[in-house]
């Protein structure tokens, strides 16, 4: 397939997308997933034509008056028939869409489609040649159910429940849990929108003696899990999420300080630190950082997280890594991030000094802590908005980026060329 360079707009600036000559997208979700969001940003970014199932047929049902169908048309004896008609209609739109542009992004809740059978090949004859990536938006049905009663649409009313699909199709999944901005910086580097990297950064330049690595965000895509941990510990505890959100990146210790008066800080500290371990499970690597970790020498890096020692060791074990011998967490700290006294304690056992290390992060208080510790810092999107990681290099995965032991054996950053069609 021949790879078409488009250009897609962030912040007003144009980044290269390497997209095939033909892109047929998918969005699925249930109700109240925010797939109709996500689809439309897509859109937007693609500069690609939207076919909601929503807008192509639910006004033409809601004009229909309801004895005709025996009932609202959801809960209607006619609704499997309902059904049909509508995905008939979806399909022909969005195949004209694609045959005309040349890309298209479809929403609907492809309930049956996931499944995989004769619904997702009609969906997939609909769409050919092209083979459609699949993006499926899914979360906790209590958060779900929640934006469904609060967008207060009539025809959710009649909504039968639906539980959560487990695909039977390869898809990339993606937490309801997750900002518009944090989904879209997941999916759009899957469909060949990747962030370009600034080959002529100082920090190619440079040679270090290690690398010392944040955990979440960084090593562990995690950030669903956090928020949505920190969100059942706010509901608990009946506190803002707004301060959460404003001091990502800091120790829990200091949130729950900012939060709740000091006779239940330990309370507090007991109650997340179960809801992030035991919501640990599934948790899969970031793009690229795998192999990138496993390419610095085991004596020349570290993991410094604000996390616990039981919430860390989770996530390290649920992403498939291996504990490095040094790795620093909260609790062998006095000050955590953005102090910079976490990237000190690492260089320093590591015995290295902390101006000839590499540090990567995702999150502005890790970053302030690298710069104050004198360490060079590489940042990932996927957490904060690009505009607040003021590092020596921003990049939207690590497969962007590689490790080199030069001759003398010191260690350099260098670009890689990413294909995504091989």
């Not at 459609?132 to 609060?150: E, I, N, T």
């Not at 010392?212 to 009946?238: C, I, K, N, P, Q």
């Not at 919430?311 to 890594?321: K, N, S, V």
């Amino acid at each position: 397939m021949t790879p078409v360079t488009y250009y897609v707009y962030r912040g007003g600036m144009p980044s290269p997308c390497q997209l095939p000559d033909s892109l047929a997208v998918v969005v699925a979700g249930t109700a109240g997933s925010g797939k109709s969001t996500l689809g439309r940003a897509i859109a937007e970014r693609l500069r690609a034509p939207l076919v909601d199932l929503d807008s192509v047929t639910t006004p033409l049902l809601d004009a229909l008056p309801s004895d005709a169908l025996g009932g609202h048309w959801l809960t209607s004896p006619h609704a499997l028939a309902i059904r049909a008609g509508r995905y008939a209609a979806l399909r022909a739109t969005a195949a004209d869409a694609l045959s005309t542009a040349g890309r298209v992004v479809v929403v609907a809740p492809f309930t049956a489609e996931l499944a995989g059978g004769a619904e997702w090949e009609a969906l997939r004859t609909a769409l050919a040649p092209t083979e459609p990536h699949v993006v499926h938006v899914d979360g906790d049905p209590s958060v779900l159910a929640s934006r469904r009663f609060s967008r207060g649409a009539t025809r959710d009313a009649h909504r039968p429940d639906t539980p959560s699909v487990d695909p039977k199709i390869d898809v990339l999944s993606v937490d309801a849990e997750l900002s518009t901005a944090q989904q879209l910086a997941r999916v759009l580097p899957a469909l060949g929108c990747r962030r370009p990297v600034d080959t002529d950064a100082d920090i190619f330049t440079r040679e270090f003696d290690a690398v010392l690595f944040d955990l979440d965000g960084t090593l562990v895509d995690s950030t669903a899990s956090v928020v949505r941990s920190w969100r059942r510990f706010a509901e608990h505890f009946d506190v803002s999420m707004e301060a959460l959100h404003a001091n990502h990146g800091e120790p829990a210790r200091t949130l729950v300080s900012l939060l709740l008066p000091a006779e239940r800080h330990a309370e507090a500290l007991a109650h997340v630190t179960d809801l992030e371990v035991t919501d640990a499970a599934g948790l899969h690597p970031i793009r690229g950082a795998a192999e990138f970790f496993a390419s610095v020498p085991p004596q020349r890096r570290a993991i410094v997280t604000s996390g616990s020692v039981p919430i860390a060791t989770a996530r390290l074990a649920a992403a498939g890594y291996d504990r490095p011998a040094v790795f620093v967490t909260v609790d062998d700290v006095v000050n955590g991030k953005p102090n910079p006294e976490p990237f000190l304690l690492a260089a320093e056992r590591l015995g290295v000094d902390p101006a000839r290390c590499l540090v990567v992060e995702d999150a502005p208080a890790g970053i302030a802590a690298a710069r104050a510790a004198g360490c060079a810092v590489l940042a990932l999107t996927g957490t904060t908005a690009e505009e607040e990681l003021t590092a020596d290099l921003v990049v939207d995965g690590l497969d962007a980026v590689r490790v080199e032991v030069t001759g003398s054996g010191a260690l350099r950053l260098a670009p890689t060329v990413v294909s995504l069609y091989r």
